[in-house]
């Protein structure tokens, strides 16, 4: 589930100055709770008028207790006192962001909201909710979680990244004084022709020692996707393709035909059209490379200051006695 965590954990780890792991928890207050209740409820700290509720502390810090306790770790720090600190500054730096994303008028939709999680659930597909059980978390609270992860996103998108330029001298200057990060892997122009049967891969075999094109065979008779294009997968670096195939498309010449190949996906045969051997890159071709490094690191910097910025304005009241003498150890 750590993909909807990002920005969440990017607080949090922070603001405890140690990684808090990423385990999903319930930030709201209870929807069966009346207004006169709320008002009347502990809490132990106050972010420019807003309390943070004694009871979600706790719930905070029992599960983080509890998630160490589950995996057989050992908090960091091996100090409760310092995952008590760390658990009542992320939750300040969060209620300082939620402030700050309501001020900007930033929301997301439940058709936005439906459409993420179905990304996600299509993505871990089966696992979904058994890595909701195996970790316990409940479902609305994940929800919760993740729509707050897409506003916090959605902040940090219009109020930070969208203010960062690279210009292309400055993604050059940094290309010259890093050239040796720039470097191509060994990777080759194949074609490739794929069949279910051994005795169809032979036959084929023999056709095209006997001069027949390859292309046109792999059009015909090849069951993979690349059939299409002539059996052209393009530029394939090592370690992309299966091992026995892998292990015979760098040992070719370029315009050699493979022998038949077997895999776990049928029988092969390759053509290596061209050999582009290890060597350094140019600018032209590490150009949005460089560009996205720079562009991630200026993000970084921004971010950082960014947040020190809210916290400096924002008025934290925390509330120490009830700190000392009601939190649950």
């Not at 940094?174 to 194949?190: G, L, P």
């Not at 490739?192 to 015909?220: T, Y």
């Not at 950082?304 to 150890?329: D, N, Q, S």
Request: hydrophobic residues 40%; negative net charge.
């Amino acid at each position: 589930m750590n993909k909807t965590m990002g920005i969440l954990e990017k607080i949090r780890t922070r603001s405890a100055g140690v990684c808090l792991i990423g385990c999903m928890i319930v930030l709201g207050t209870l929807a069966s709770c009346s207004r006169d209740d709320i008002l009347s409820r502990d809490h132990v700290a106050i972010v420019n008028g807003e309390k943070i509720y004694l009871a979600d502390y706790q719930r905070r810090l029992d599960m983080q207790k509890a998630f160490y306790a589950r995996k057989g770790l050992t908090h960091p720090s091996q100090n409760l006192k310092l995952l008590e600190e760390e658990i009542l500054e992320s939750m300040i730096t969060e209620k300082i962001i939620e402030q700050r994303a309501r001020e900007l008028h930033i929301s997301v939709s439940n058709a936005e909201l439906e459409k993420r999680i179905m990304d996600i659930r299509s993505e871990y597909g089966d696992d979904f909710l058994n890595l909701l059980v195996t970790d316990q978390i409940r479902y609305e609270d994940w929800k919760d979680n993740l729509r707050r992860e897409i506003i916090f996103n959605k902040l940090i998108e219009e109020d930070v990244n969208a203010r960062i330029r690279v210009s292309e001298d400055e993604a050059e200057d940094y290309y010259n004084d890093r050239k040796a990060q720039f470097k191509s892997e060994a990777s080759a122009h194949v074609f490739q022709i794929v069949v279910r049967e051994q005795a169809r891969a032979d036959e084929l075999k023999i056709r095209l020692d006997m001069g027949a094109d390859f292309s046109n065979l792999a059009s015909e008779f090849s069951i993979g996707p690349e059939a299409t294009r002539g059996g052209d997968l393009g530029f394939v670096g090592r370690g992309e393709m299966p091992d026995p195939i892998d292990d015979v498309i760098f040992r070719l010449h370029p315009g050699a035909v493979s022998s038949v190949i077997q895999s776990p996906y049928g029988y092969h045969i390759v053509k290596v059209a061209q050999i582009r051997p290890a060597g350094s890159l140019s600018f032209e071709e590490s150009k949005q490379e460089v560009m996205a490094q720079i562009r991630a690191g200026k993000e970084e910097a921004a971010f950082t200051t960014w947040m020190e910025g809210l916290k400096i304005k924002a008025v934290v009241k925390k509330e120490p006695t009830v700190l000392r003498e009601k939190v649950k150890r």
